[in-house]
């Protein structure tokens, strides 16, 4: 039996199919954890953005615009679904992981409130946006393209990208893990927290050129 056809008579699903599989597994693994990122440093990005005399109410601010990214996940869905139904999955996988690196990279890069002023923290609110409108896109975008792909394993190839997707939970909490022991409290505060977006943003931009090299579904 060659490599490809071991593949497939294990599991079902041809070499070529677990690397799109993967690729697709992988994009959805970095965009939670861009998404995650920011509860993990949410007390450094409310001093930062959202300055106020109380730093619980800072706090409670920057975890307010956390859930701002949630509510336009739906939306996110709606509008990336009907593009990907009427242009192709390729196109919008290759969008949505590129604006939600974006998104990121500019959270990582975004000068505070002490220099900006309100703008920086609307910036923020508009970025956060940014990346719950991609992360809505990239699920259900992720899950339509790999079963096209591998039909045979429907059930296993959705319930590989959700394990892919708890995986960038994890390497989001490790990041914010190694960061807070590895740096005091006030150079995390300064600078320390956006290592962890930068290094998502990096993250993001292997798996945008990795994509570049997928193909679009037969099904479509």
């Known amino acids: 039996m060659t490599g490809d056809a071991a593949a497939i008579g294990r599991t079902g699903i041809g070499r070529s199919e677990w690397r799109t599989i993967v690729l697709s597994s992988l994009g959805g693994a970095l965009e939670f954890y861009d998404f995650v990122i920011y509860s993990t440093f ?72 002490a220099k900006w002023g309100a703008a920086a923290t609307v910036a923020m609110v508009l970025l956060r946006l940014v990346q719950g409108f991609s992360l809505g896109g990239e699920l259900p975008g992720a899950i339509t393209y790999v079963v096209e792909t591998a039909p045979r394993k429907a059930g296993f190839s959705a319930g590989f990208i959700f394990f892919c997707v708890n995986t960038g939970v994890a390497i989001a909490s490790v990041i914010g893990f190694t960061v807070e022991k590895l740096l005091t409290p006030d150079q995390v505060a300064a600078w320390g927290w956006r290592i962890g977006f930068l290094f998502g943003g990096l993250l993001g931009f292997v798996s945008f050129y990795m994509r570049l090299s997928l193909t679009e579904t037969e099904e479509f």
């Not at 959202?50 to 509008?79: E, I």
């Open 42 to 113: 949410a007390q450094y990005i409310g001093d930062a953005f959202f300055k106020t005399r109380n730093p619980l109410t800072s706090l409670m601010l920057a975890f307010t615009v956390f859930a701002v990214g949630y509510v336009a996940r739906p939306v996110g869905g709606v509008v990336f679904s009907h593009f990907g139904d009427r242009y192709g999955r390729r196109r919008v996988f290759i969008v949505s992981i590129f604006m939600m690196t974006l998104a990121t990279v500019a959270m990582g890069l975004l000068p505070g409130y």
